[in-house]
């Protein structure tokens, strides 16, 4: 997975969450706009996303 389409999973995750009613979730879509790669990585396992396949010593 590239850093553009985590980026983008973790966008579409806050979206759909926020739209089941948890609008609190629309607080980290700034900081997901703006993370570098390790950060973005960081917030995907805060969100239970750990595809980082063929990555060595991660998720």
Do not use: S, V
Not at 47 to 59: A, D, F, S
């Amino acid at each position: 997975m590239t850093t553009e389409e985590l980026r983008r999973r973790l966008l579409e995750e806050i979206y759909a969450r926020a739209f089941a009613g948890m609008g609190a979730m629309l607080l980290d879509e700034e900081r997901i706009r703006k993370a570098g790669e390790e950060e973005l990585w960081e917030i995907a396992g805060q969100y239970g996303i750990r595809e980082r396949t063929g990555w060595p010593g991660k998720y």
